[in-house]
């Protein structure tokens, strides 16, 4: 009998769970349900007047391996869109000025000493406590610590509120002070704890990634995306899950999940009423705060240890301006804001100046992130207003007080999961609360890193779980059958 496995939720991590299930064994029963109308999740590229928008990730890491890695087993190796060469600059917004980030960061560490010398970004006093790092002893103990502590304790306090923090914060839109440095960054804890400081360490990691993968330094880790967005990466993942036999269906919820005698019993509300399904396994792909109440009736500590993952919300305001002089001003990839600036735009991409082909030619496109831990009540205003707020931004910023000729907001209610301390408890909590639960895995971006990358390896490693439990039900009842 061939095995069913039903995929929740089809953001990039169901996609990529159903596409691998598929991919390793054709002969299953897969069916993806989604909510939503339209699949992607929180990618979502909208077309409009000639403007490519991305109202969620705008590009993906590509030393992270499974985002290229993907792209490239599914034909899209070759549609793989990196930044403008020339434009590659981003800056740090500080007390209304931009400064140059400097070059030579590893991660968010700095490991080039002429360019952060250079930066009028930090005081000299500041440049000095950083060189602090090469003779500081690594704290004893192994305690997990905050990422603030963490940075500040290495690095100094400016540095780490002017330049790791703003950065940080462009990833998880998260608090330094509250995040895990264990969950976000353990490799930084590596390197202290092994080169006794995390410049050194931070430079011989990097070194030694090189070296693994071959390469000779040359190209540059960097971000990627596809010629006319993120939507081909989800386009052709639906396409080939439905070659491959797989069925996708839109617009439906899960809305309870309940153990019955061989596997599970599915129900999945309809406009026309609900229906019921059994399956064998079953890939949680939604929202933590989604999954926690399906997950329950099968298992409470499960439920509760995604319940207890904080989620902040956020948006995107994209504006798009037909005025050449706005096009010239944007030269290079945009900023990031410090908290301590206490700004209400977090973060702004010049999309038209970072990417090709994203605003018609001589037009400009840009995004703002509103919306950081700890500033969510901006969240509530009215989209005019949003739009207002970036626009003065705009004008204080880059003297840009031209009115743009489309805004788009796009929100996203609880979309961000913050790793706060105790985060790699409570994965573990929920993971050995899995192992026993037979033929049910949870994925997404809630546990071990919320880029694209990571969340399509956290889907396929969730379509392995699965079809191991599978695996073993099937060879029990082989050999009782003998
Ligand atoms: C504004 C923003 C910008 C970002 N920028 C970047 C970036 O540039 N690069 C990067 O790598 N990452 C970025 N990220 C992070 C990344 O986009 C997300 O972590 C990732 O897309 C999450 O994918 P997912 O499939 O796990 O979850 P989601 O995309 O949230 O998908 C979960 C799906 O489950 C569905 N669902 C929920 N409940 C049910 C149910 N009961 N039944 C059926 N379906 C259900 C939902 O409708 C949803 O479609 C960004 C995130 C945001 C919010």
Redesign the pocket.
Known sequence: MHQRVLV????????AAAHHLLSDHPEYAVTL????TR?????LTVEQDGYVIE???????DVKPR?VGLSREIGLGDRLLSPTEATRRSFVLRKGKLHRIPEGLTGLVPTKLGPIARSGLISPRGKARMLGDYLRRPAAGDEDESLAAFMTRRLGDEVYTNLIEPLMAGIYAGDGRALSLEATFPQLREAELKHGSLIKGVLAQRQKAEAQSGGNGAKRPG?VTYDTGLRELVDTLADRITAQGGEIRTG????LLERCQHGYRVTIDRDDGPETMRVDGIIL???AW??AP?LEPLDHRASAALDHIPHVS?A?VALGFDDPTVAERLNGFGYVVPRTEHRPVMAMTWLSSKWTGRAPEGKALIRA?VGRAGQQDILQCPDDTLIDVVRKELSEVLGITAKPEIARI?H?DG??PQYTMGHRERVASLETALGGISGVAV???MIRG??????IA??ESAADKVVGDLAGVEEVATASVR
């Open positions: 929740i939720g089809g953001g990039i991590t169901g996609l349900v989604e909510r939503d699949l992607g999740g929180k990618i109202g969620g990730p705008d590009s993906m890491l985002g971000f439906v919820a899960v809305s792909a939604t929202q989604a999954a399906l956020n995107i992130f796009f996203w979309g961000m994925a997404g971006n919320v880029g694209l990358p990571d969340c956290s889907g």
